[in-house]
């Protein structure tokens, strides 16, 4: 009898006279499914101020968020200065073997700005990531209120310095020395330091390739800690004091709390904020890489949107230019979705 | 094991303190240390000798740029970009944010995903680029020459902001709007009277994010303003700085102080609005950012 009343979910068996019949319900499915676009036209109508209100941010992102997107099959087409995208004659996949697998100096260079790209959002990841948690960690620590909150004002304030402030001063404070000029002043703390040989000091770390990207990752630490520590405080703020009196009378130090009561609690925060990270692999900012590279460091500092703007912007190769761009971000793309899955699938929480 | 306890805690303490201090310190010292060589002398500055307090005080830097009808021009402009976009940003952001935060809304999914795709996936510099210049030319056959205008209306609008702001206005209770309604207030009204009231906090983060994005806003302004009278401070200042650090235009400099005074002058300058309205903002934002946070 069951596997009879499973035929169909719209057909219910009558067991009196041995056959089938509608199911009432399915004639009230059937009129709302056939009245389904009035009953939309009606839902609009009743609450069109809402849909007003609406459609300026729709407009705002379509034109100036979606619109690039399509500007995207400029890639496959041959670039043309006058003809829009849509006119242009199809290449092919011809700019993306050539960076790929075209075997010149644009390849190799297009394959150094992919590796720096990953190796710099990766090192940010690896050091970036922790500094912020640790520093809430601390700030839990500050039992007085009037300190912490000192502590931070000042360290919340360079998030709100802009990149040029940021990288002007940084190229100030190590900057090149010269006849008529010493060396900046944290080159000449270093070198005091002995950390760095006077030679390296006077001819300026930022025209050094491998000082870059520890000079990127320490201005991102100073940039972005203090403001980032602000979400997982929160979280730890909101852990009840009971649940470290609870851990210190079954004999738990401070090591064993943070182990145990901390670090179980904001473990969800820092999943969707590693998800964001992620997400954020290969998207790193142009700005300050445009802003502190110079030609003597493209090789360990000039990443994929930097070839772009070099070729696409300054130079007139806005095929070859867009085909870099779109790989770098379709694998950023496939990179947030797997975290994503990855994350929702391993600890039930996701971002999106 | 009493007493074990609080050494570890002890220690920790002491570890918190130092570490928090040290990272304060470093935070505010570049700016301390702008300041300083703002005002020192040239051969200070030149030699880096400067620890914390200017050496030989001048304020001739200062003076030189408060000269210099371009550095009052790039304030203005800015003022001007920081003013309009944030009031166009954030009439739009709340606007749309309090549509998508309504249940009632069809399609609200859809036109989530439509905001939260831009944030997985962005076209990239060269795409937006030309995108830009094809609406330059719009606003060049509307009759709008200013590129100015062009940054304010298409650049900004980050989705994660309203985001921000759609998760604030859905933490209000729907019985105050009914309620609002009954009383016979408008969808408009209830919007202004009673949601971006009642959540005032996230407003002003969201409005403060805004306004320094625009404030700091550089690349595009310098790509797309043509017109370098019409140029914003951050434009300026790396103007400025790409110009000073080219050496042949530091052989030959007869002041009294140094090349890097004006480029430090002009960086205290830029950040003094900021540190201003700073502190009055500053309880409001780590406010804002938790109320709001991610939810879904």
């Not at chain 1, 972005?224 to 009971?242: D, L, N, R």
């Amino acid at each position: 009898m069951a596997d009879k009343a499973k035929a169909a979910d719209f057909l219910l068996y009558d067991e009196e006279t041995g056959t089938y019949r509608m199911d009432p319900e399915q004639a009230v499915r059937d009129d709302v499914e056939k009245h389904y676009w009035k009953h939309v036209g009606l839902m609009v109508a009743k609450d069109w101020r809402l849909y007003v209100m609406l459609i300026p941010m729709i407009l705002v992102f379509l034109f100036w968020r979606y619109f690039p997107m399509y500007e995207l099959l400029g890639s496959f087409k041959v670039a043309d200065e006058v003809k829009p995208v849509a006119e242009q004659y199809f290449a092919g996949f011809s700019y993306f073997r050539r960076l790929l697998v075209g075997g010149d100096s644009l390849s190799a260079d297009f394959w150094r700005a992919f590796r720096n790209t990953f190796l710099l959002s990766f090192y940010g990841l690896l050091f970036g990531f922790p500094a912020p948690i640790i520093l809430a960690l601390f700030f839990n620590e500050i039992r007085s209120n009037m300190m912490r909150s000192i502590y931070q004002v000042l360290t919340y304030l360079p998030k709100f310095m802009s990149t040029v402030v940021m990288t002007s001063l940084t190229t100030l404070l190590v900057r090149q020395g010269s006849i008529i000029s010493g060396m900046g002043v944290i080159s000449k703390a270093l070198v005091a330091l002995g950390l760095i040989s006077h030679d390296v000091g006077q001819a300026g770390l930022l025209n050094q390739p491998q000082f870059f990207r520890a000079i990127y990752q320490i201005t991102g630490i100073w940039e972005g800690a203090g403001y980032g520590s602000i979400v997982f405080f929160a979280a730890i703020i909101a852990i009840s004091p009971t649940s470290y009196e609870a851990a210190q009378i079954d004999g738990a130090g401070k090591m064993a709390q943070m182990r145990y009561v901390v670090l179980p609690s904001i473990l969800s925060t820092i999943v969707i904020m590693l998800i964001t990270h992620i997400g954020g692999l290969l998207s790193i900012g142009y700005e300050k890489v445009l802003l502190l590279y110079n030609s003597n460091t493209y090789i360990t500092a000039d990443v994929v949107s930097t070839f772009a703007q070099r070729y696409g912007i300054l130079g007139a190769n806005k095929g070859l230019a867009s085909a870099s761009e779109m790989l770098n971000n379709v694998v950023g793309m496939l990179l947030v979705i797997g975290a994503n899955t990855i994350a929702r699938k391993a600890s039930n929480t996701s971002l999106y | 094991m009493k007493r074990k306890l609080e050494i570890s805690e002890f220690i920790f303490k002491i570890i918190s303190y130092t570490i928090l201090t040290i990272f304060s310190l470093a935070c505010l010292y570049p700016f301390i240390y702008a300041i300083s060589a703002a005002m020192s002398a040239r051969q200070a500055v030149d030699y880096a000798q400067i620890v914390l307090f200017p050496k030989g005080v001048q304020f001739e830097a200062f003076a030189r740029m408060f000269n210099n009808n371009m550095f009052w021009n790039s304030y203005s402009n800015t003022l001007f970009l920081t003013f309009y976009g944030t009031i166009w940003e954030m009439i739009l952001s709340i606007l749309g944010a309090y549509a998508l935060s309504k249940k009632r809304l069809l399609f609200r999914k859809q036109f989530n995903f439509f905001l939260v795709f831009t944030m997985w996936f962005a076209a990239g510099i060269v795409p937006q680029y030309l995108n830009y210049l094809a609406t330059q030319r719009i606003f060049r056959k509307v009759g709008i020459y200013d590129d100015k205008w062009l940054v304010v209306i298409a650049m900004g609008m980050a989705a994660m902001n309203i985001i921000l702001l759609r998760n604030a206005f859905e933490g209000v209770p729907s019985e105050i709007e009914e309620a609002a309604i009954v009383d016979g207030a408008t969808e408009f009204q209830v919007l202004t009277k009673v949601y971006v009231p009642m959540c005032k906090s996230t407003v002003a983060t969201v409005a403060l994010f805004f306004g320094i994005s625009r404030w700091n806003g550089y690349y595009w302004a310098r790509q797309m303003i043509s017109d370098t009278n019409e140029h914003p401070l951050q434009v300026f200042i790396r103007l400025l700085l790409e110009q000073y650090s080219d050496p042949d235009q530091m052989t030959g400099w007869a002041e009294n102080y140094a090349s890097d005074s004006v480029i430090y002058a002009l960086i205290v300058c830029s950040i003094v609005p900021i540190l201003i309205i700073y502190p009055f903002i500053q309880k409001y934002f780590a406010k804002g950012t938790n109320e709001g946070g991610v939810k879904e």
